[in-house]
């Protein structure tokens, strides 16, 4: 299969929409390319599992090279293993349930969808990509969109938190510049994925530059002390950019530690765990508490955000197969359900015009569905078995107990506490919020959802059902494809 | 023979007689308006840039004080391209301006000494073609001849270019006192670590770090731009700093290739300061010209980087990173040009709620912001990765950690300005603002240019094949 198909069809979508007239064009544009995209994901997913079935034991498949800037040996080279797939799938579920959460999108309806389409693309392209050069182009495609759905179409201190996650992320791909540089520079004169990886990067360099590919990517996806941004961007964005930064935005940062920091830099990675365990760790029990004394739905989340995104930074940490394994379903698991509890939060807020938690209370009556979309989300968030976190955080954890140091040991303990935090919060947010009597009379004449909010929540929901119900469809995909990589990290840490 | 060299300096003499038949419309007294006047203008400057793409013979002229090759060719057309934008976006400007020819002739006359000087192969001929361009300058930038502020700028335009001219010619006596040659290569072979020769080197950057404005030597820049006139502010930022800089490469890695050693601490110092200078200064400013001119000295700041790459690289990525720059600053100053022609409202606030009222024009100044800053996928990005790259070439990683940082900061001024435009309200932004057929022409080229020139590897590839160092 032509892997450039995911790009061009969100750019054929992009200049469709920039054509269109009004809303309904507009959002029938967009929902038609979310939804061939994701039609596309899957077709690519089956011509994947085929191809491994033929026996093709190849890392990367579907594997393209076009030559680009080739007098410095910059290629675009893509490429897709298992891990790729996983991720554009989750990305096709995300984008299409935000487009179908925004339809009532008023205000700049053309600019908002050319803009989360954008972002798509880029998300896309990142995953696909086998050049560092195509990796970090897909990148940094994805800041400026974001900074402008915030800044125009957020709400609360939209502004500052814009330039704040512009600058932060900016700041991120800096570091991961330099750390590009120093691959390059490193003897292959390449920036090619696959050629990096086969020739061993001295262990001089690669502690020089693991930190700056790490701590680069990892601002992308909430490492401690680089979190900041997530809480101020989070809970300012539009629903749909919401769900689209926690969903997958936070993705890329794990999908880059792993596939570019560690593969690339495994003796560095060895080196430098005891700092990555601490900092993940630190993550997880910080975001924990933080979210407990949040009154605000968004913060809520986004706290928990920062939380359950150190679980992928402590399974990556690990250095272990399982671990890591887990650390890839988290990073689905996480992106489904926090799209979904965005998107159950954005439909209260529509509706309720507040977030705050004290506002709010036994919405269950007045609106059932949303209600109950709401709970689940929670409760998936939370690690309840049948649904996707309880598959994800069970792996991290039997992998991270797998490395038998007592420092590990005393983190693996830690992270699992924070599991019932998780419970205290989620529990008493949804417990306030959709159960108990109802705090404001005005509310019980608010109306449940619409067709398109319920469509969205469905996609999601049965993603994250099949997920938590038969992990093997997922993890089929998933582990074929890590095993060499892993392989290399194991072996040469 | 003849015939050879009129090929051989076909650039110059085109621009001259464009010049001529301007000069002659002007003297003949003809009755010609100033619309048909610029519309004739516009129309010779695109032939000449179309003339330029074909028919180019390299070789050397004058006892090889005069050099031609594919790559001095695109430079000079690169220029001409330049020119031709900044003619095209003016001409809102012009077409109440009494003095429209003279502009012109000013113009070709400080274009021309700047192709002399890029063909420069001896520092005699370098600094007459220096001196060519930048008398007239100090003229164009005094060209709003009513108002005071351009009246000022041209002042110290001229103290400080000439103070910079005087260093430089300094420097060149020096060498010529040392090795008894102003000929580029035969000052290669005998250039030497002494310490005379070191001197004057010094005296010869310091008069380069003043034309392109680069730290410590920066100081004219935000008045002088601020003070010109839009138009002549595009032409100094764009034309003349890519003028210089297509010269300053050319002059370290053949002239003084001997001596890299000193000159990379030299460049790796004034580079790392012209960035942070720039960008910190970029942040306070309130007027868009003065912004744009700290902008343009930190992007200096980053040239010189890919520069100290002392690489094919290097003058790749330099030489791209111009025509880049081009698309990029002039798309930027198309817009606050027309603004200022129009509504005479020049500063940051001003565009607050500008996308409301002029949405083509606001995303055209906002992708001209973007590439200025690095972002995918407009060509500023491949730009100054190709830069920093190059530099990375040195193993110097501290110099690429500065760099990449203060690409940080930058985004943060660039993007004040796109916060300006979609987010802010503003219960009185300018009115929406008819841009006319040619200055419309002249944004289409930008646009494409900032978009196709990097996700297109053939411009690169084409520049990096006619490098020989």
Partial sequence: ???????????????????????????????????????????????????????????????????????????????????????????????????????????????????????????????????????????????????????????????????????????????????????YFSGSSSLDLITNAQSLINEETQRIFFPFLFVGFGIFTALFPFHTWVPDGHSSAPTAASMFLAGISMKLGGYGCLRVAVYLMPEAADYYQPVIITLSTIAIIYGAFATLMQTDLKYINAYSSVSHCGFVLLGIGMLNETAINGAVLQMVSHGLMTALFFAAIGMVYDRTRTRMVKDIGGLLKVMPFIATVFILAGLCSLGLPGLSGFVAEMTVFVGSWQNPTTMYRFATILACASIVVTAVYILRAAGKTMLGPIVNTEHLTLTDARWNERLAAFVLLAAILIMGIAPFVVTDIIYPGTEVMIQKIVLNK | MTSEILILMKFELMVIIILFIILFLKIGQHKMSTATLLNLVNILLGINFAVGLFGNISGEAFGDMFKSTPLIHLEKNILNLAVLIISLQSREWLSTHKHVPEFYVILLASLSGMFYMISAQNMFMFYLGLELSTIPLAALVNFDLLKRRSGEAAMKFIISSAFSSGILLFGISLLYGALGTLNFEDISVSMTGEPLLILSFVMILAGFAFKMSAVPFHLWTADVYEGAPVAVTAYLSVVSKGAIIFVFFSVLYGAFQNIFISWYNFLFLISVLTMITGNLFAIRQTNLKRFLAFSSIAQVGFILIGISGNSTEGAAASVFFIVIYLFSNLGAFGVISLVSAKTGKENISDYKGFYKTNPLLAWVLALSLFSLAGIPPTAGFFGKFFL??????????????????NMVVSLYYYLKVVKAMFMDSNDNPIQKLDTGFQAGLAFIICVVGVLATGLFGGCYEYIFSIIHL
């Avoid at chain 1, 090279?65 to 989750?90: C, E, K, Q, R, T």
């Avoid at chain 1, 201190?157 to 704040?164: D, S």
Wanted: glycine residues 10%.
């Fill in chain 2, 388 to 405: 920093l790259m190059s530099g990375g070439g040195q193993n110097n990683t501290v110099l690429i950690v500065i760099a990449a940082l």
């Fill in chain 1, 1 to 183: 299969m032509n892997l450039n198909l995911l790009i061009l069809i969100p750019a054929a979508t992009a200049l469709g929409i920039v054509f269109a007239t009004g809303l309904k064009q507009v959002r029938f544009v967009a929902f038609a390319g979310a939804f061939i995209q994701l039609v596309m994901s899957f077709v690519l997913l089956f011509l994947f599992q085929q191809e491994r079935s033929s026996g093709n034991t190849e890392q990367f498949v579907f594997q393209a090279v076009y030559n680009w800037f080739p007098s410095i040996n910059i290629n675009y080279h893509i490429g897709v293993d298992g891990i790729s797939i996983a991720m554009i799938l989750l990305t096709a579920f995300v984008v299409l349930a935000g487009v179908l959460v925004s339809w009532q999108q008023e205000k700049l309806n053309k600019e908002f969808f050319l803009l989360l389409t954008i972002l798509s693309a880029g998300a896309y392209g990142y995953f696909i990509a086998l050049d560092l050069f195509t990796l970090f182009f897909f990148l940094e495609i994805a800041v400026i969109p974001k900074f402008l759905l915030i800044g125009i179409w957020g709400s609360g201190k939209k502004e500052y938190a814009a330039m704040k996650l512009a600058l932060m992320l900016m700041g991120g791909s800096a570091l991961v510049f330099v750390g590009l540089i120093g691959v």
